[in-house]
């Protein structure tokens, strides 16, 4: 059976060949997608098929997972000189699945790539060149291409209207630009994926770019613990560092030009303790004033807007833990609210949130902005709130600023000042073993069991709890990050 390369699998082969190979020579070494990134796909899948609503006498071709048979289907569809969804066509070995082709009146069809995206990318670009290359292979003349991408400007106001949702750019002069290189390109993927054993190609910025790599544990794992690229924000140091051979934090030369955070994390690695900036910590702790507001959102933010006055993308918090400490010392109190269901969450958070905060007192969250960002874009649809929110806004502190300004930094966090790493390296409090333990997998697993499709009440009710004790847990431990700051310095 011949090999045949896709429109994703060029891309692939675009960002690094040894990936490509595995792809089709040791698939099952190639770690499955995690959670986070199958919603993402549903997410686009969603999108492309709202694309389809433009096209109201379109046909979508019934998938067949060989090319040849879809070729042939899509071939016969053809005929109908009518918009076709889906259609797949193979040239040489090359094949690809277009997502919207739209005929014109002197026997030639437009392209339309749909993206879930707010821009176009030079990864769309080539995807496009790559289709536009291989439809014209195959004798299917290609007028125009056009990139369909979502409008982050749109506004939800009742039901979704496709007309103003999407964006569509002409694209296709600069995938033309693009066409001369595609075939030689090709062909060198073809023949990498024909050896007997992969490309021995090194690691680099382009394992993340244009999409985070799968198979990074695999190439990666020659990197010692205490490396270089735990410097923070130091990728290209890093990476200047690893061509000189350098791997190790500790054999970082000392007339290598490091900033001052670097420095402070190479001394930390190096003598295996804590960095500590008392006055620092000292002067953050003193801008607290009681009561304090311990307070932490979980948000969804889907491509597709569900409720009115929200924008593609939006986050919109569904949940929130507060934990209030009325003086200090005091036992601090642990509210909670869930939303019970698909009903916007927003006007009951911002109600409740605003009997509970009072009108005095410190709000602490980890990295606040986010907060901030999220009740400012909750009283954009409620403005009755507003005012009140932008009263909160002063009272605001960021716990993730001693550790953002390395005021503190232990060897365990890595690098990272996320509350993740901050967490256990500070007080030994781990999120390890809690079914739901970040952010990403609050999200995807809330919408998975809010507005999905056949899901059970005991799998629905097991989510819930595991929501509840993950944004508990983020809250409670920034009452333990404080207090173990408070004893850093001195104060209780």
Not at 274 to 301: Q, R, V
Not at 312 to 321: A, G, K, L, R, T
Request: overall charge negative.
């Amino acid at each position: 059976m011949p090999k045949f390369l896709s429109k994703s699998r060029y891309i692939s082969g675009l960002q690094c060949l040894k990936y490509l190979w595995f792809q089709f020579n040791r698939k099952k070494e190639i770690p499955g997608y995690t959670s986070e990134t199958l919603e993402i796909f549903k997410q686009g899948r969603i999108v492309g098929e709202l694309a389809h609503r433009l096209y109201p006498d379109g046909i979508k071709i019934t998938r067949d997972w060989q090319p040849a048979g879809m070729s042939k289907k899509s071939n016969l569809a053809l005929q109908q000189k009518k918009p076709l969804f889906e259609a797949g066509f193979i040239y040489k070995n090359f094949y690809a699945i277009a997502d919207i082709l739209v005929p014109n009146d002197d026997g030639s069809w437009d392209l339309i790539e749909v993206k879930s995206s707010t821009k176009v990318k030079d990864e769309n670009l080539q995807d496009t060149a790559f289709q536009k290359f291989t439809y014209e292979g195959a004798g299917i003349k290609i007028k125009k291409c056009f990139l369909m991408h979502i409008n982050n400007e749109y506004v939800k106001e009742g039901k979704i209207d496709p007309k103003e949702y999407f964006k569509k750019e002409d694209i296709t002069s600069l995938v033309d630009e693009l066409l001369p290189g595609i075939e030689k390109e090709a062909d060198a993927m073809l023949e990498a994926i024909g050896q007997n054993d992969f490309p021995d190609i090194k690691v680099g910025p382009h394992c993340d770019s244009p999409y985070e790599c799968p198979m990074q544990d695999l190439c990666w794992k020659f990197l010692p613990e205490d490396n270089v690229f735990i410097l923070h924000r130091g990728s290209k140091s890093a990476y200047d560092l690893m061509e000189r051979g350098i791997l190790k934090l500790a054999d970082i030369p000392s007339d290598f030009d490091l900033n001052d955070h670097h420095l402070i994390q190479v001394k930390a690695h190096g003598s295996g303790k804590a960095h500590i900036d008392k006055e620092g910590i000292g002067e953050f702790l003193s801008e607290l004033k009681y009561p304090l507001y311990f307070l932490d959102f979980e948000t969804i933010a889907p491509a597709i807007p569900i409720y009115d006055q929200t924008r593609p993308y939006e986050d919109v918090p569904f949940q929130y833990s507060l934990h209030v400490v009325e003086k200090e010392g005091a036992k601090p109190k642990h509210y909670s609210y869930l939303a019970p269901g698909d009903v916007d969450p927003r006007p009951e958070i911002l109600k409740k949130l605003k009997k509970l905060l009072g009108d005095s007192g410190s709000i602490v969250a980890y990295n606040s902005g986010y907060e901030v960002k999220c009740l400012k874009y909750a009283a954009r649809a409620y403005p009755e709130f507003e005012k009140w929110v932008e009263e909160i806004e002063g009272r605001m502190i960021d716990l993730w600023v001693p550790f953002r300004k390395f005021f503190y930094y232990h060897p365990a966090q890595a690098g990272s000042g996320s509350m993740k790493k901050v967490l256990p390296a500070l007080t030994g409090v781990t999120y390890d073993g809690m079914e739901i333990g970040d952010g990403g997998t609050a999200r995807f697993e809330y919408m998975r069991v809010t507005f999905g499709d056949g899901i059970k009440e005991d799998d629905r009710q097991k989510v819930r709890g595991a929501l509840e004790k993950y944004c508990e847990l983020d809250t409670k431990g920034m009452i333990d990050i404080l207090r173990a700051l408070g004893d850093l310095v001195g104060t209780k």
